[in-house]
């Protein structure tokens, strides 16, 4: 079966930071691996951050600066560091597809909620 296991959301002060991860089970991550969407209540889903064919990582404009993609393949784990957050980053967090964005598909997402 293949999926991922996201974790490291949570709750946390608008300035603070966390580090999200996703594992793949079942397959194996590379360059052209997962990306991470995320959908906060009543807004559309939103393309996050990915790799790009040119070896650079694509950002939304919302978490340029602050957000870093990063990977660790020897342990089939990709990341998503997340620094100086704001009320508006809250939102369930996906690592995923394009062709599944925000859904349980991969496997579920995780809340992270900032308070401010």
């Known amino acids: 079966e293949l999926n991922v296991v996201v974790s490291g959301g949570g709750s946390v002060q608008a300035g603070g930071s966390l580090r999200l991860s996703c594992t793949a089970s079942?397959?194996?991550?590379?360059?052209?691996?997962m990306e991470w969407y995320r959908q906060a209540p009543g807004s559309e889903c939103e393309l996050v951050s990915r790799p790009q064919p040119d070896g650079t990582n694509f950002y939304a404009d919302s978490v340029k600066g602050r957000f870093t993609y990063q990977h660790d393949y020897a342990k089939n784990t990709i990341f998503l560091q997340m620094n100086n957050l704001k009320s508006e980053d809250t939102a369930v967090y996906y690592c995923?597809?394009?062709?599944?964005?925000?859904?349980?598909?991969w496997g579920p997402g995780t809340q992270v909620t900032v308070s401010s």
């Open positions: 995923s597809t394009a062709a599944f964005r925000c859904s349980d598909d």
């Open positions: 079942g397959f194996t991550f590379d360059e052209d691996g």
